[in-house]
């Protein structure tokens, strides 16, 4: 039964119920972690790949507007290589074609005669001579300076007013004094058809020319086209150096906080397309998937700390319990010494350990002499008080690992461990002697008594307590036979 208890305190104990309960907690919560972080690499996958679908999208998107836009040029400059006797600027053949082109593209793109000093001509206008001059524009002189198509930088259109994306070509055989074509394309328009495509709320979709100019941007903002980003470290780190990439960039300074950004440079126009999401809008359905999942495991963890912390309570008063209840059944209640079945137990404990290490153990038991009379005569109250004495006394000329237990009656025994009979004497002579010299007032008169001692060493040959208790209550029963007072060995 004893046994049985032990196994039980070993697993329902404080220490047990801590290392299990931060083992659950541990689990859980590492659970909670790793699907967190998995999740969330899931999340930014799954963005990464979406932006890069957009980007294809809107790359495809932008390259088949300018296919048909420089289809257009082409067929204007063969227009003109082919009619050279005839003059564009008032021609009607010539204005149904530039007609025809601006009503396949919704009337999004103005097409523009430049001579050779940069003068403007508008076919479309009445207005006549000359409109303006763009000489000084950077499409003019880089078509110029590049043969096909030059994409300038958003330019406003004289005529309207309008903010246009300039793309430039200059005639390899110029007529009439037209040196080059020059496609408007409305920006305006450009910017909310991109608009409508890009990821929303916090999604932007922007147009670039190679060496980091922003040409259109959407959402739309006044303050970014004709901008450059070769300085900001977007460009330095990754447009420069990648011709496609799936990026998570912070940096205030280009204006592009904490986003996601997906790039592509077209191959066969000197043009990027950049889409990109802001990084809270992205990951916002993470977040509260996130929110949720730590909020069920608080859920859980809170009822666990406090069924751990109750359960601790519950053992601390059980342990409490138990120490009370083990005391009273390990020592004698009038004395306050060792029981009997508790100096038995450690006898047998001892008396193992003597045997597997061949060390000395000696057993002595004490019986107080005439102890009924003194009950008889005085009352058990003296008789009690007399036990108490004697046990006091006894304790007193005792070491640290000696054991002194209460047998029953006025009987009591004293385990001496590693100690040879001989010194085993000296404690119980010296025992002896202070327990004659003790003296009890009463109302009777005053009460002093003696005690016998019986001393037994350990034998190899011991099969158990009894037998070592058999032989040193033998020696009592000698020295109460040679008169009482006095040590007898076994």
């Known amino acids: 039964m004893r046994e049985a208890i032990r196994h039980l305190e070993e697993w329902a104990n404080p220490r047990t119920v801590i290392v299990l309960t931060l083992l659950l907690l541990g689990a859980l919560w590492t659970v909670v972690i790793v699907s967190a972080v998995s999740a969330r690499q899931a999340s930014i996958i799954a963005t990464g790949e979406r932006l890069q679908r957009m980007t294809h999208a809107v790359e495809e998107q932008t390259r088949h507007q300018l296919r048909l836009l420089d289809i257009f040029l082409m067929s204007c400059e063969s227009w003109l290589s082919a009619n050279s006797s005839r003059n564009p600027r008032s021609d009607p053949a010539f204005r149904r074609l530039i007609e025809g082109f601006r009503?396949?593209?919704?009337?999004?793109?103005?097409?523009?005669?430049?001579?050779?000093?940069?003068e403007v001509s508008d076919v479309r206008s009445k207005a006549k001579g000359r409109l303006?001059?763009?000489?000084?524009?950077?499409?003019?002189?880089?078509?110029?300076?590049?043969?096909?198509?030059?994409?300038?930088?958003?330019?406003?259109?004289?005529?309207?007013?309008?903010?246009?994306?300039p793309v430039a070509l200059s005639l390899q055989n110029p007529a009439h004094g037209i040196q080059m074509l020059v496609a408007l394309i409305d920006l305006p328009r450009l910017t909310r058809a991109y608009d409508e495509q890009r990821q929303k709320p916090g999604g932007a979709i922007?147009?670039?020319?190679?060496?980091?100019?922003?040409l259109a941007r959407a959402p739309d903002d006044q303050?970014?086209?004709?901008?450059?980003?070769?300085?900001?470290?977007?460009?330095?780190k990754h447009l420069a150096t990648q011709s496609q990439a799936f990026v998570l960039f912070d940096d205030k300074a280009d204006g592009l906080a904490r986003e996601f950004i997906s790039f592509s440079s077209m191959p066969d126009y000197p043009l990027r397309i950049m889409v990109s999401e802001n990084y809270d809008d992205a990951l916002a359905a993470w977040l509260r998937q996130t929110v949720w999942i730590v909020l069920l495991?608080?859920?859980?963890?809170?009822?666990?700390?406090?069924?751990?912390?109750?359960?601790?309570?519950?053992?601390?008063?059980?342990a409490s319990q138990n120490a009370q209840l083990q005391h009273l059944v390990d020592t004698d209640r009038l004395t306050g010494v060792s029981s009997r079945q508790h100096f038995v137990e450690t006898l047998q404990q001892e008396l193992e350990h003597a045997q597997r290490h061949q060390s000395p153990l000696t057993v002595l038991l004490f019986d107080i002499d005439f102890f009924k009379r003194i009950n008889d005569g005085y009352g058990h109250a003296v008789g009690d008080q007399a036990l108490v004495t004697?046990?006091?006394?006894?304790?007193?000329?005792?070491?640290?690992?000696?054991?002194?237990?209460?047998?029953?009656?006025?009987?009591?025994?004293?385990l001496l461990p590693e100690t040879e009979v001989k010194q085993a004497v000296r404690i119980a002579e010296r025992v002896r002697l202070e327990v004659a010299a003790i003296s009890i007032p009463t109302e009777n008169g005053t009460v002093q008594f003696t005690a016998s001692v019986g001393a037994g060493a350990a034998c190899a040959t011991d099969r158990s307590t009894d037998d070592l208790l058999k032989r040193t209550a033998q020696a009592l029963q000698n020295a109460k036979a040679g008169g009482h007072d006095r040590i007898a060995l076994a």
Do not use: M
Request: net charge positive.
């Open 223 to 236: 303050q970014l086209p004709g901008r450059s980003l070769a300085d900001g470290e977007l460009f330095r």
């Open 297 to 318: 495991a608080l859920g859980v963890t809170v009822p666990l700390a406090v069924i751990a912390y109750r359960s601790l309570r519950l053992l601390k008063a059980l």
């Open 132 to 165: 303006a001059s763009l000489a000084d524009s950077e499409h003019f002189r880089g078509a110029l300076a590049n043969p096909g198509l030059f994409i300038g930088s958003p330019a406003r259109d004289s005529s309207t007013g309008r903010l246009g994306l």
């Open 206 to 214: 922007t147009l670039l020319r190679r060496d980091g100019t922003i």
């Open 103 to 118: 009503s396949r593209t919704g009337e999004s793109i103005d097409i523009l005669l430049l001579t050779a000093n940069g």
């Open 390 to 414: 004697f046990a006091t006394v006894a304790k007193r000329c005792l070491r640290g690992r000696d054991l002194l237990g209460r047998l029953g009656g006025g009987e009591f025994s004293i």
